[in-house]
């Protein structure tokens, strides 16, 4: 059974007067700017990341954690966290890296001038470009992983802010809309899986930025069941999706990225804040849990 939603008739001019409904209606708002003043942390590593460990957010974690598994030591990075669900994107700090107020956000401090870079795309673009990793130089290769790059990133608002919206966050069921993304999401695993076919990695013979990117989108709904839906969209049925997702995820370096700034899952999943390079053994939420348990019985968790 679907339910019908209320007729509506749209005014002559929209105004902003009353909430959306929703999950996550309570930080959308129609302007842009800072909601109050609020200074970034700033760490003591070249680049300085502020983010959540969404599919945004880890796309940057996982580029950074490969460009120090192949030894780039400038590739060092505090990642500090960004709650959007606490309006902390609206911070004039935040603000001021990102003025479109999304997460991830990256400074840049290795020269005699911070450079802020916002926008996904941009930041792997930039780090592929500083370190000289993960973005052919021949030019039928770049252009093939740039594609896929900027493919990504005109793709995933229809499966993250159309479907997954429409399909577990909207206060109401609409078939229209799910109908009319599922169809669209469905579209894009079919056009990866093709692609996944005749090629190991999405640009080609090498792992690119392009992966990177994509994975944390397409490779969450083929292995994680994001919003719910992996049985609504038969993802199994996008077998070179599962091929390729499966051998991205027994990287070490995408392990540790998925790890940065998560909030849930597992707590030896969780690693809040990264700050060195041996958090990873001994600052996820299961290792401090246990460690303010053993420094004070009776506490139960360590604050975020
Ligand atoms: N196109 C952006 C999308 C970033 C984005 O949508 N970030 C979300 C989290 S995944 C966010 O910060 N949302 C907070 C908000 O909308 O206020 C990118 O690729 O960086």
Redesign the pocket.
Known sequence: MTDTPPEYSPPEVWVWNKPSGGSFAN??RPIAGPTHENELPVGRHPLQLYS?G????VKVTIMLEELLARGHKGAEYDAWLIK?GDGD?FGSGFVAVNPN????ALMDRSGPKPIRV????AILMFLAEKFGEFLPTEVSARAECLSWLFWQ?GSAPYLGGGFGHFYAYAPIKIEYAIDRFAMETKRQLDVLDRRLVESEYVAGPAYTIADIAIFPWYGGLAKFNSYGAAEFLSVQDYKNVQRWADALLERPAVKRGRMVNRLSGEPASQLHERHDASDFETKTQDKLVAASAHASPGATAPAA
């Open positions: 930080i959308n959540l969404t599919p945004n957010g959007i994107q107020s999304k997460i991830p916002f926008e996904t795309g990133m």
